[in-house]
């Protein structure tokens, strides 16, 4: 079984940065896809970005390129988000998960989600 934990939330003004980690327990997710998803009140989760279990591919929403950048440390069984130019819209419970499988962008395709990190920016 895999665990995710996620860290790195927090309060920041409009323009700033956070860096979000995931660190993986229980099991190596080497293999793994992995994935950011946040959610925001009365919205839906929404994909923000994935990398490949070899960091080589990435992907990202729209609305996020550009401005965040996922990446991943397989010897340490971690996974950050670093988040840079932070909009207010930006804010949302963001979350970590993992597939054993290929890419994809839909949260119902991932098996193990961590408990989620809150992250506010204002304006």
């Known amino acids: 079984q895999v665990q995710l934990v996620e860290s790195g939330g927090g309060l920041v003004q409009a323009g700033g940065s956070l860096r979000l980690s995931c660190a993986a327990s229980?099991?190596?997710?080497?293999?793994?896809?992995m994935g950011w998803f946040r959610h925001a009140p009365g919205k839906e989760r929404e994909f923000v970005a994935a990398?490949?279990?070899?960091?080589?591919?990435?992907h990202y929403a729209d609305s996020v390129k550009g401005r965040f950048t996922i990446s991943r440390d397989n010897a340490k069984n971690t996974m950050y988000l670093q988040m840079n130019s932070l909009k207010p819209e930006d804010t949302a419970v963001y979350y970590c998960?993992?597939?054993?499988?290929?890419?994809?962008?839909?949260?119902?395709?991932?098996?193990?989600w961590g408990q989620g990190t809150q992250v506010t920016v204002s304006s």
């Open positions: 998960a993992a597939r054993s499988t290929s890419y994809s962008s839909d949260a119902y395709g991932y098996a193990h």
């Open positions: 229980g099991r190596t997710v080497s293999s793994y896809w």
């Open positions: 990398i490949s279990w070899s960091g080589l591919s990435t």
